[in-house]
């Protein structure tokens, strides 16, 4: 079944103009990763559908509705993104169409995962947990040739949003404790917090609460490290949340637990900068 989605008028948040007629498909069959995407893509001023593998994407197609672009989940139920791009491509070609872009959405990125994904036909790869400047940056890359519009004011706003991601004194207490072992951990972190991600996510979305619950402790117990404590609080929610099988909440919860988690990511990747320079 295809879900649509409506945007606000272009100009209200700074995106490309260019961007704004854009209508995508969104193709993922977890509902939270959806909205991520999704939002960051109204803020483009983009359009969108989505679907909930890649049979359904094929459906869509074969409807007739224009699609500017496709973002593509890899590992999904019925059919997969690596197949459902392999029989686009291939649809495509016999019908003399032009190749629609299709980006991957993925937790996984090493070098020969991406060769398998540019092999059967997709256009660029995004790493999971998606934000908009990310996802902005690859379209103007592809489809329109301008640099992200991004205004000065919600650059600061979203520098300091990330900022507040983390609490520094906190940080700089165990800094001070672990010294050069730091840097390590913080690798370590940022390496591993995707795909427990989206282990949760999988958990969140099959109501599968013993695994939420295991998850979210995880996630907050490797948090605290950093002084991240927007994302340990939402995530130790979460886990109360899990062990009372509140299955209502934890939709809402892991929603917002993702996009802290980004801010967090982007406060931690300029700090680490800072200490491999130090």
Partial sequence: MRNAAHVMEPGQN???PSLAAKHALIVDDMPVMMKILGRA???M???FDHVENGSLALEALGEGTHYDMI???IMMPVMDGVEATKRIRALEKEAGREAIPIFAVTTKMSGPENAT???VGMTDCIKKPVDRVSVEVMLGRHLTGEEPSVVAEDEENIFMETMEA??????REYNSVLKSGMVGLIEDYLIAAPSLLEEMGKAVQARQCSRVYM????FKSASVTFGAEKV???AAKLEICAGKEDEDRMDSLFFDLHIAYEHTKQALKQKLIILKNS
Avoid: C, P, R
């Avoid at 983390?166 to 940080?171: G, Q, R, S």
């Fill in 215 to 218: 998850f979210a402790n995880q």
């Fill in 166 to 171: 983390v609490n520094w004194d906190t940080f």
């Fill in 232 to 234: 340990a609080h939402l």
């Fill in 14 to 16: 700074g995106f490309q």
């Fill in 45 to 47: 001023g983009i359009t």
């Fill in 41 to 43: 893509l109204s803020e």
């Fill in 71 to 73: 973002f593509m989940d």
């Fill in 117 to 119: 994904y540019m092999k």
